[in-house]
């Protein structure tokens, strides 16, 4: 059993264990039962103190990825940097290597290769974690292989990809924003995500709007008080179902523009709304909606009484 499996022992119920990793063994220090011995230790037996060194002695390569179209796996006949140290035969031996492997590949890692490149870019543009990235890579490489692309330009089945593996991972990015680092439509965007994960079966819950509190907070420079009262609200609209049926992103902005009145922290609706990416009408209408069913106007008017004293 691993040792990070095991919490207690199984004799007097001690938490106090050791682990030691020269004799394999996991011992209670209470009651000094051996719980497991002869373990195996996964951990490399090498050290090294450099890059140098590390390239030398390790036995594997990079982890696989999906976000290179072989999955990391392939081999580079030579990088451009080669040809420096080779001579004219072996220079033009290298061009017509290199000719050959690309006629061989075939038109799904051709497309792959440059799909993941343009899958790279926005995600860095929308300064999104790896793990996207990652399922972003997962869920088009599976579209490639459905032949979900074809009829579909390449940047568009991109943009949905990310944006379902945004929805899958909790990270808020609207359509929007993808629209923007892709340069397609919105629509365009919006109609590829939801042709990819219902071909693909992939289950996307709603989005919750307070996965879009601290973004829309930092943005405006709004404190942790008003964030968390925000998020309160947020609750209290969810229970009242102010939320069904609404973009997230409007209601979101509407109970931060709402907190921060409470907090005497005041930002214009406008401000808000284009932090948020939302009309200043959208969030009137949900800032009124908030107002009338949970009575928030009383603590609003605390604080402007607050401020004239």
Known sequence: MPAELVKKCPECGGLNLSWNRDKGEII?????????????????????????????????????????????LGTEIGQKADLFRLGGKDRNKFFRLRKWQYRISTAIERNLKLALAELKR????LKLPK???????RIYT???????????????????????ACRR?????????????????????????????RELGITILPSNPADYIARFASALKLSAETQSKSIEILEQAQK??????????GIAAAALYVSALIHGEKRTQREVADVAGVTE??????YKELLDELDLEDDIKKTKKKKKR
Not at 142 to 152: I, K, T
Not at 240 to 249: C, H, I, N, Y
């Open 122 to 125: 926005v995600s860095s543009y």
């Open 169 to 197: 991972h909790d990270v808020p990015r609207t359509l929007d924003e993808l629209s923007e680092a892709s340069g397609i439509e919105k629509k365009e965007v919006g109609r590829t995500y939801r042709f990819v994960t």
């Open 28 to 72: 209670c220090r209470d009651c000094g039962l051996v719980i497991e011995e002869k373990m195996v230790d996964f951990t490399q037996e090498w050290r090294e103190f450099d890059g140098e060194e590390r390239e030398k002695r390790r036995r594997s390569g990079a982890p696989m990825t999906y976000t290179q179209y072989d999955q990391g």
């Open 131 to 137: 793990s996207v990235e990652e399922e972003s890579a």
């Open 281 to 286: 009408v959208t969030i009137r209408n949900r």
């Open 142 to 164: 599976l579209a490639v292989q459905r032949g979900l692309v074809r009829g579909r330009s390449m940047e568009s089945v991109v943009a949905g990809a990310l944006y379902a």
């Open 240 to 249: 009242a179902e102010l939320t069904s049926g609404r973009g997230p992103t």
